[in-house]
């Protein structure tokens, strides 16, 4: 199977503190991207990052990549309860137009 | 973000029917569409790539014959579930590759279909 893998498979925290996530994966990618899913509902794209880039930022999120390892780890900084959602890496294969999940971190944020 | 529309959102049916679930781009022409089903509290497994006016393209094990693709227009593509039976029960969900303006890598995503077979 191609599918990555995240750990923690689930993970709890208290509001503000920070929820970091990895996820490994098996083939040569275009990019690496996280996306949100909240319980029942479609997948939110969060953030995209390319092969040729290291880390990027965008608000509270703070994704790193490290092709040599196939890995990539999201951080979320200050989280908050409305942070509570499952979280999953999706990469692609180079050549192809297919996304493929990893199987998720279900992040649970207590008030 | 743009919008992807996925209708229903809920279906239960008997043993033996065909439910057709329908995937709509809104704010763009989407060539490529996937097609993805996901079980409770797991990943989501990718199912086809559903690509306009040619055949889709089926993920290793998947039953061509059971789960009919079809992208007739550049903003519609469907999914039919054949003879639909327990076992099918599933989280069911459509995304599509952006194109012109959303052109970014990222899929866009409907909300999701449930489909319980009785």
């Known amino acids: 199977s191609q599918q990555g893998e995240e750990d923690p498979q689930a993970l709890s925290i208290q509001e503000g503190e920070n929820a970091t996530m990895n996820c490994s994966y098996k083939?040569?990618?275009?990019?690496l991207q996280w996306y949100r899913q909240n319980s029942g509902r479609g997948l939110v794209h969060l953030i995209l990052?390319?092969?040729?880039?290291r880390e990027k930022h965008s608000g509270r999120l703070r994704v790193t990549l490290d092709t040599s390892k196939k890995s990539s780890s999201l951080l979320i900084t200050a989280s908050r309860a409305a942070d509570t959602a499952s979280y999953f890496c999706?990469?692609?294969?180079?050549?192809?137009?297919?996304?493929?999940f990893g199987t998720g971190t279900r992040l649970q944020v207590f008030p | 973000g743009a919008v992807v529309s996925q209708h229903p959102s809920r279906v239960i049916c008997k043993s033996g029917t065909s439910v057709k679930i329908e995937c709509r781009s809104l704010?763009?022409?989407?060539?490529?569409m996937f097609w993805y089903r996901q079980f409770p509290k797991q990943s989501l497994m990718l199912m086809a790539t559903?690509?306009?006016?040619?055949?889709?393209?089926?993920e290793q094990g998947v039953e061509k014959d059971k789960f009919l693709i079809n992208h007739a227009s550049l903003t519609l593509s469907t999914l039919t579930v054949t003879s639909a039976h327990p076992e099918d029960s599933s989280f069911y969900i459509c995304?599509?590759?952006?194109?012109?303006?959303?052109?970014?890598?990222?899929?866009?995503f409907g909300e999701g279909s449930r489909l319980t077979v009785l």
């Open positions: 559903s690509n306009e006016g040619s055949k889709a393209t089926y």
């Open positions: 990052i390319r092969s040729n880039e």
């Open positions: 083939t040569s990618i275009n990019n």
């Open positions: 999706a990469t692609d294969a180079r050549n192809t137009d297919k996304l493929i």
């Open positions: 995304s599509a590759k952006g194109t012109g303006h959303y052109h970014t890598g990222e899929l866009f």
């Open positions: 704010d763009f022409q989407a060539t490529t």
